[in-house]
DNA sequence: GCGTTTATCTATAGCCCAATAGGTAGAATT
DNA sequence: AATTCTACCTATTGGGCTATAGATAAACGC
């Protein structure tokens, strides 16, 4: 009796093919001109087509930046979780942490800029949303931080909460000034998580260069 | 004969009094909101004004920013460069100029991210008069890093371009967390600073606790 | 007291922009 | 061959925004 729509049946190629494309020319436009210094027709004239043209791939300009935000970190907690309860040393653990948060640089900047800087500018429920999700990596990092210094490995005077910060700043910072044209970013990660873990300062007699395992308990 | 315009010598009140009060509503809006998602009516609004009044103290809403923006570095460039002429070890320059830079965030915090954040968004004339002046700042803490790999007190092997971006990155990154009512900011940098000159590792065997002069020369 | 300056106001011009409505050519499906 | 769907298009509405023009009241200086 009632008509049972065929949809679902026919058509195996997937409607809204060029949204990956559409998507992409958001993040670049939002990503160079900020989210309310780009218009739509910016973003048109990226992919040639029409101003109005676009709202068949998006519902408005700020669920284009949802769906730039969304893409801009996907992916991401799970491997920072599976870092942190992999086996390693603490220090090992960061640094794997800090390569894993720049490498999405190398081939999405555009979107991972976006999410950084532009996000403050989502509609208020994703907004809530996609914080509860960059506290979640906070608290990754902060829990690593913390073994470090249960274990004696970190200083125990770190004030962990703050450290956190730090990295992740530094971390994030790369986005607004890396171009994929100059260094790799796996240079830029090394540097970074040599930096976080030893400083500037030079050591005092590094004793034995290959081992890093630090002894255990406090 | 010619008529000598007596302006200079009447109304010693000298007029826009109220032109400091306007740039502070300024920049807290655009902190908020950035440049482009903010509107003169929302400065108007937070003093109580016209929208139209605005532009007896701005001639336009870029040149707003302008004002805002280098109210947020004013005075800086100098203290950052007495710091690295004065005498004493590169790490203590360099704890030094972490502090001086996050200084003006105690009192200033509104101007400071607007430049951080919204200085991409000046006409281009003055956006590159201050990205000169950036980059000073970022060469003031090169040449201190440099000295000190130099004095064999930092790393032989640290990309000191890279050490720089990652500390100016992490500390800047501080404007856009820090809000006034926790942590004190000679908090913040002291940490930092410590970060950045010793990591999070922890020392083996810190024998002498007291003094920090290097051996000088390599 | 009288002209002048300061600091606002009202009103509006003139753009630009997001979003909607409705149309259409061609490909895909049946 | 007929129908449906895809991926655009044109045209337009309606609102919001910056900036200007001109008026005015109060304060100031002589």
Redesign the pocket.
């Known amino acids: 009796m009632t008509v049972v729509p ?2 679902s ?5 997937s ?4 949204a990956p494309e559409i998507i992409e020319a958001a993040a670049r436009v939002f990503a160079q001109q900020g989210f309310h210094g ?4 910016d973003i048109a004239d990226v992919l040639g ?5 676009l ?2 791939y998006f519902p ?3 669920g284009a930046l949802e769906l730039v935000c969304l893409q801009g970190v996907a992916g991401y907690f799970e491997v920072a979780k599976a870092i942190a309860s992999a086996p390693g040393t603490a220090a090992e653990k960061l640094s794997r942490l800090i390569k894993s948060h720049l490498a999405p640089l190398t081939d999405r900047s555009d979107f991972v800029r976006v999410f950084l800087n532009e996000r403050q500018h989502l509609p208020s429920e994703s907004r809530r949303r996609i914080g509860k999700w960059s506290r979640g990596v906070e608290r990754v990092f902060e829990d690593v931080v913390k073994e470090g210094v249960r274990r004696g490995e970190f200083r125990a005077d770190l004030d962990t909460r703050l450290a956190v910060l730090a990295i992740l700043g530094m971390a994030n910072a790369a986005a607004n000034w890396y171009r994929h044209e100059e260094v790799a970013i796996e240079r830029i990660s090394g540097e970074f998580a040599r930096l976080v873990v030893d400083g500037v300062k030079k050591r005092r007699k590094p004793r034995s260069r290959g081992r890093r395992v630090p002894r255990p308990g406090r």
Do not use: D, F, G, V
């Open positions: 065929l949809r049946r026919r058509s195996r190629t409607p809204r093919r060029r780009a218009t739509t027709q087509i029409r101003q109005a043209s709202y068949y408005s300009k700020e």
